[in-house]
């Protein structure tokens, strides 16, 4: 019985890896958090995926990390832009925490192997989104519990438009198109169409759809 749990959003990302979860293991749990995000809506969103999807789910709280980080994400007087290194929108260890935490709580419900949806060839490139630094964070996992998790990142080398593809064969394209919120203002489906995390989500989208159209571009 291999049982697995998935950090999860509600967002598009996080909810293709919870429906490719529920293909690879017997057992899948959803685990979201409390970082004290602009759009607390997005929490709900990912109750209701996973009760759609009848996938226990589970909500931390882990507020302090909005305390002590300031971001475009946590902070309404914060623009988001490109910041000096990142945009505004990095939220300073925030994969780090929630893959700690995974790896804390899936110990306790015997969930060995954790799913994240991030992906390093994102737009913004975060640190904390990179191959190296999950594989990293595998071993410190394992080291810190002397247990042997297995974190998975289906979606690490794919680009939107493979992301959508992947939905796709998973029989999940319109469920994850419709459903998810992945806007920066809290629109969920297709969004705002305005803000970068919008923009590059229909630009994977209209991309995905020209080109199983058979390169017929709407
Ligand atoms: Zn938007």
Redesign the pocket.
Known sequence: MKKAIVVFSGGQDSTTCLLWALKNFDDVAALSFDYGQRHKKELDYAKQIADELDVPHHVMDVSMLGQITANALTRDDIEIEEGEKYPTTFVDGRNHLFLLMAGIFGKQIDAKHIITGVCETDFSGYPDCRDSFVKSMNVTLNLSMDENFVIHTPLMFLDKKETWKLADDLGGLDFVRYNTL??????VGD?????????LRARGLREYLAEKDGGHVE
């Open positions: 992945t806007c920066y203002n809290g629109i969004g705002c169409g305005e803000c970068p995390a919008c923009k």
